[in-house]
């Protein structure tokens, strides 16, 4: 697929924004100073639950994806969710190895991340096995 800022370096959050919004119009999109929020429900599988998901992009900044309505639980009481940082947003990439830098696209690493990820979740709570990969933290 041809991208029109093939050229760039890396993307502005701007250029971001019309990206996101142009690739993924069933998205609920609303841009901010240097950034944007989008939400949208994701069904990782036929058999899954609908997971509603706000990524939330700064300029500069890695993307931050929460899954809203409490609706990741960990598997024991007082368990910890695989992947996911503390403030509970999900952990779809190791940042030092530069996995995804500004010069991606959101709408096209991103969001298949975030599906990917839910779909391994819902494997890991019913066999408590990871078949993400990744790093443990």
Known sequence: MENRYSTIRKYTAMQQYLEFKKNLPGWKIQPHHNGFTAKTSIQPSPLSDYYEVRITYKQDCSPKIVVLNNKLKPRTPGGKIKHTYNDGSLCLYYPRAKEWTAKDLI?????????????????????????GGGIEH
Do not use: G, M, R
């Open 107 to 131: 709408s096209q690493t991103i969001v298949p991340w975030i599906s990917v990820w839910l779909y391994f979740y819902e494997i890991w709570h019913a066999t408590d096995l990871w078949l």
